[in-house]
């Protein structure tokens, strides 16, 4: 995970991507879309199949959740990623198996 620094960084390359864009735009993806994700050794995703190609992705944070006291409970973990001219919010869900996309920042 990054610090204060790394927020400040991410949030700065959300607006300059936005002002790039003349607008910020989040798309919410219901149901998420099944994601096809190369891992590095640790396990974090080094590129990602996005719009019909296949992209080299920086991890700019991660974090967890973990929910079973649902009717239908989850673990996942959440990784933020930038790629070329793009912010996306997917997961690993740890109960089924899989990486998805759940939002991507235009």
């Known amino acids: 995970m990054r610090g204060r620094s790394g927020a400040r960084a991410w949030s700065a ?12 735009v989040t798309r919410v993806m219901r149901p998420a879309a099944a994601l096809r994700v190369r891992e590095d050794r640790t396990g974090l995703p080094e590129s990602i199949e996005l719009f019909g190609r296949v992209s080299a992705v920086e991890v700019l944070e991660r974090w967890r959740i973990s929910e079973r006291w649902w009717p239908d409970p989850i673990d996942r973990e959440y990784v933020r990623v930038s790629g070329p001219g793009w912010l996306a919010l997917i997961f690993r869900d740890l109960l089924r198996g899989g990486w998805f996309l759940e939002r991507i920042y235009d």
Do not use: E, F, V
């Not at 390359?13 to 910020?24: E, K, Q, T, V």
């Open 13 to 24: 390359r959300i607006r300059r991507l936005a002002s790039d864009a003349g607008r910020g």
